[in-house]
């Protein structure tokens, strides 16, 4: 009997070591994303792709200033824009999720599984519940979160719980699980549990995080990693278990045009980055270090949705000309109304109409005077304006002042000017078009009460973001992100 607890007590202090030394590293750890353009195994043209990817920018910044729910999740509709990270529960495989960080709370598609009207939808990345998978209670903080704040009594109520233990707050065990959740978003919508299991992101184990599990969804196959800033997010629940993990993050957005070939390669994810504002060099040797300085802008806190990364916005220059921004994206109001949301799950830029105009206004002065107006090919793509391009086309620089000393993020041209062939259906000539990616969100009047604008994933190409959850800011830099992934790992 002595030998056994010895024996026993030795493989403890093994896996503790194991264990600590996972998750206590002061390393970050570095995760691959993959473009949905990279597994799609069709092929589709730049038209489809521009429409499928403007409408459900479209859709998705909609969901946010509807009322009619008390909690949504807009969640990615198609495939075509979106970034996906693997994750595994419990002894369950890998499975493919879209990364958001417009949203706060991990779900998978389960086993056995049903999607309602996911004909034309990608292929479902199922998962199983392990063994080890338990249910979260009814008391517990983060069923409550799940229902948007519905507090434990009313939940354990619902889960049959006995009003003596209610009043005692003895509801904490498997017996009184917590109620399936309501989830709607875009043009679907889920139902689903929630459980807890030991989270697998190599070489990091986290026990006890809690997820969704969905058996029955509508038009969305695909779950969803949520990186807002809620309780259930990815950051927040790896911060109680390993703080330098969970308090800063960054990712790094392969450039791709809607290009497959250029997305073969992985957009580097790195939870734990932490860069100082004073300059930092990145690279392989001290002669091939990359110079790199991050602009940095404060996050603001919003009342009605504590979980979007929101910033102020001071305004837009096209070329000389600077547009001051509207007071709605300077600021968040007590009602959770206006600022400008960093997305990773919707692709692209949404302004307020009047200010949108404004932007639009000044650069087709500067293109629109040289180039034909592609009118025909406006309502096919869903952007605006665009232009037939018989010649060299020269565009005016785009520059983005956010609140702060010195924030100020001057765009690529190909983050927001998408040059394409029209006409290779055969169906019209083919001429080269090119068209400026920033979308009309609508007048300031509907949007009043909810997010003032939305920065999307396409104008995020080519930077590192990072998300410093721990001084309250994100920043940008400069970044060449299809070889980052390679300098990360010789680093």
């Given at each position: 009997?002595?030998?056994?607890?010895?024996?026993?007590?030795?493989?403890?202090?093994?896996?503790?070591?194991?264990?600590?030394?996972?998750?206590?590293?002061?390393?970050?750890?570095?995760?691959?994303?993959?473009?949905?353009?990279?597994?799609?195994?069709?092929?589709?043209?730049?038209?489809?792709?521009?429409?499928?990817?403007?409408?459900?920018?479209?859709?998705?910044?909609?969901?946010?200033?509807?009322?009619?729910?008390?909690?949504?999740?807009?969640?990615?509709?198609?495939?075509?824009?979106?970034?996906?990270?693997?994750?595994?529960?419990?002894?369950?495989?890998?499975?493919?999720?879209?990364?958001?960080?417009?949203?706060?709370?991990?779900?998978?598609?389960?086993?056995?599984?049903?999607?309602?009207?996911?004909?034309?939808?990608?292929?479902?990345?199922?998962?199983?519940?392990?063994?080890?998978?338990?249910?979260?209670?009814?008391?517990?903080?983060?069923?409550?979160?799940?229902?948007?704040?519905?507090?434990?009594?009313?939940?354990?109520?619902?889960?049959?719980?006995?009003?003596?233990?209610?009043?005692?707050?003895?509801?904490?065990?498997?017996?009184?699980?917590?109620?399936?959740?309501?989830?709607?978003?875009?043009?679907?919508?889920?139902v689903a549990r929630l459980f807890s299991d030991s989270l697998s992101l190599p070489p990091?184990?986290?026990?006890?995080?809690?997820?969704?599990?969905?058996?029955?969804?509508?038009?969305?196959?695909?779950?969803?990693?949520?990186?807002?800033?809620g309780r259930l997010s990815v950051p927040a629940q790896l911060a109680s278990f390993a703080?330098?993990?969970?308090?800063?993050?960054s990712y790094c957005l392969v450039s791709h045009s809607f290009d497959s070939e250029r997305?073969?390669?992985?957009?580097?994810?790195?939870?734990?980055?932490?860069?100082?504002?004073?300059?930092?060099?990145?690279?392989?040797?001290?002669?091939?270090?990359?110079?790199?300085?991050?602009?940095?802008?404060?996050?603001?806190?919003?009342?009605?949705?504590?979980?979007?990364?929101?910033?102020?916005?001071?305004?837009?220059?096209?070329?000389?000309?600077?547009?001051?921004?509207?007071?709605?994206?300077?600021?968040?109001?007590?009602?959770?109304?206006?600022?400008?949301?960093?997305?990773?799950?919707?692709?692209?830029?949404?302004?307020?109409?009047?200010?949108?105009?404004?932007?639009?206004?000044?650069?087709?002065?500067?293109?629109?005077?040289?180039?034909?107006?592609?009118?025909?090919?406006?309502?096919?793509?869903?952007?605006?304006?665009?232009?037939?391009?018989?010649?060299?086309?020269?565009?005016?620089?785009?520059?983005?002042?956010?609140?702060?000393?010195?924030?100020?993020?001057?765009?690529?041209?190909?983050?927001?000017?998408?040059?394409?062939?029209?006409?290779?259906?055969?169906?019209?000539?083919?001429?080269?078009?090119?068209?400026?990616?920033?979308?009309?969100?609508?007048?300031?009047?509907?949007?009043?009460?909810?997010?003032?604008?939305?920065?999307?994933?396409?104008?995020?190409?080519?930077?590192?973001?990072?998300?410093?959850?721990?001084?309250?800011?994100?920043?940008?830099?400069?970044?060449?992100?299809?070889?980052?992934?390679?300098?990360?790992?010789?680093?």
């Amino acid at each position: 009997m002595k030998t056994c607890c010895i024996f026993f007590l030795y493989l403890a202090i093994i896996l503790q070591h194991c264990f600590y030394f996972s998750v206590s590293s002061s390393s970050p750890l570095l995760l691959p994303l993959s473009h949905s353009l990279s597994t799609s195994k069709h092929s589709s043209s730049p038209l489809h792709l521009l429409k499928s990817s403007s409408s459900r920018s479209s859709e998705r910044f909609r969901r946010h200033h509807q009322k009619r729910q008390q909690h949504q999740l807009p969640l990615p509709l198609s495939s075509g824009s979106d970034y996906l990270l693997s994750l595994s529960v419990g002894s369950s495989s890998s499975v493919s999720l879209y990364l958001d960080t417009g949203s706060d709370l991990v779900w998978f598609p389960c086993r056995p599984f049903t999607c309602i009207l996911c004909e034309s939808k990608p292929p479902p990345s199922l998962t199983s519940l392990s063994s080890s998978a338990s249910t979260v209670p009814c008391s517990s903080p983060s069923c409550s979160a799940a229902h948007s704040s519905l507090p434990s009594s009313d939940l354990c109520a619902i889960s049959n719980c006995p009003l003596d233990l209610i009043e005692t707050g003895e509801c904490n065990n498997s017996s009184y699980p917590c109620p399936p959740f309501y989830y709607a978003y875009g043009d679907g919508s889920l139902v689903a549990r929630l459980f807890s299991d030991s989270l697998s992101l190599p070489p990091v184990s986290v026990a006890n995080f809690t997820f969704g599990c969905a058996h029955t969804t509508l038009a969305e196959p695909i779950g969803v990693a949520g990186f807002g800033r809620g309780r259930l997010s990815v950051p927040a629940q790896l911060a109680s278990f390993a703080p330098h993990l969970g308090n800063s993050f960054s990712y790094c957005l392969v450039s791709h045009s809607f290009d497959s070939e250029r997305v073969r390669r992985p957009s580097p994810l790195i939870l734990g980055r932490f860069v100082e504002e004073k300059e930092k060099r990145v690279g392989a040797d001290d002669d091939h270090k990359e110079k790199v300085e991050f602009v940095y802008t404060e996050l603001l806190d919003n009342p009605k949705h504590p979980y979007f990364y929101s910033v102020s916005l001071q305004g837009i220059s096209v070329g000389k000309r600077n547009i001051p921004a509207p007071a709605m994206l300077r600021r968040v109001d007590r009602n959770g109304g206006g600022g400008v949301v960093v997305d990773s799950g919707t692709t692209f830029t949404m302004l307020p109409a009047k200010f949108y105009n404004s932007v639009v206004e000044e650069f087709d002065s500067r293109v629109g005077r040289v180039h034909e107006r592609a009118d025909r090919v406006e309502p096919s793509s869903g952007m605006s304006p665009c232009y037939y391009l018989n010649q060299t086309v020269r565009v005016p620089a785009l520059v983005l002042h956010f609140a702060g000393n010195g924030s100020s993020v001057t765009l690529p041209r190909r983050n927001y000017f998408y040059e394409f062939m029209d006409g290779e259906d055969g169906k019209e000539e083919k001429r080269k078009v090119g068209c400026l990616m920033l979308m009309n969100g609508g007048d300031e009047s509907e949007l009043r009460g909810g997010t003032g604008a939305i920065l999307g994933n396409y104008q995020q190409q080519g930077f590192e973001v990072v998300y410093d959850l721990l001084n309250r800011r994100v920043g940008f830099a400069k970044r060449k992100c299809a070889s980052y992934w390679d300098t990360l790992n010789q680093s």
